[in-house]
C-alpha cells in the first residue's frame, strides 16, 4: 500500500510521503541480512526500492539511525496525546503538529470537513445519540453440550 500511495517516494514533497526517519527505517530493515519475506519487499533493483536504496538523503539518515540502535541509543518516535485544547487554536490542522511536524491524520473531503465537525460536536452536551451505542449487545444463545446432544455421524443430531 505504501508504494500505490506514493508514501514511499524520496523525491516527493514531504507531505505527500512517509518522513525521512520512516523511510531510513525501511532502507536499514532491507539491507538487514534478516531476508525480508518476498511478498513485503518488490525487486530491490528497480522503480520505488531503487530509489530508496541510492538516496543520499535517506542514506544519510539510515547511518545515524544504525549506529544509534548498535549503541542501544535509539528512541523511538513519540506522538503527542491529542490536546482538545489545540483543536479550537486560530489555524488548527490535524495535519501539522504546533511544533510543524506531520501527523498521521490526512484531511479527507477539504469541502465537508466543516460540515460534519458542526454535526459531530454542536457544543449542546447532548449524548441522545451515544446512549444507544453504550447498551450492551443481546445476550446470545446457549449452545447444547455435548453431554445433552447425540449425533450419529450422518449430520443429524438428537437431544438426549
Known amino acids: 500500500m505504501l508504494l500505490w500511495t506514493g508514501a514511499m517516494d524520496v523525491d516527493a514533497r514531504p507531505e505527500k510521503r512517509l518522513s ?7 532502507l ?7 531476508d525480508a519475506r518476498a511478498h513485503w519487499v518488490g525487486d ?14 535517506i542514506q544519510k ?3 545515524k539511525i544504525s549506529k544509534d540502535l548498535r549503541d542501544d541509543k535509539y528512541k523511538f518516535p513519540e506522538v503527542p496525546p491529542f490536546d482538545p485544547k489545540e483543536a479550537k487554536a486560530p489555524g488548527y490542522t490535524p495535519i501539522l503538529t504546533s511544533q ?6 490526512w484531511k479527507s473531503n477539504a469541502g465537508d470537513d466543516d460540515e460534519e465537525d ?11 445519540d451515544d446512549s444507544e451505542e453504550e447498551k450492551p449487545p443481546p445476550a446470545k444463545k446457549a449452545k447444547p453440550s455435548r453431554s445433552s446432544s447425540y449425533s450419529s ?3 443429524n443430531t438428537a437431544t438426549l
Do not use: F, P, Q
Open 20 to 26: 525521512d526517519r520512516a523511510l531510513a527505517r525501511i
Open 28 to 34: 536499514h530493515d532491507i539491507n538487514s541480512k534478516r
Open 118 to 128: 458542526d454535526e459531530e460536536d454542536d457544543g449542546s452536551g447532548s449524548e441522545e
Open 44 to 57: 530491490l533493483t528497480k522503480g520505488t526500492w531503487l530509489a530508496l536504496r541510492n538516496c543520499d538523503r
Open 153 to 155: 455421524g450422518d449430520g
Open 61 to 63: 539518515e539510515e547511518a
Open 100 to 105: 510543524g511536524s506531520y501527523t498521521a491524520i
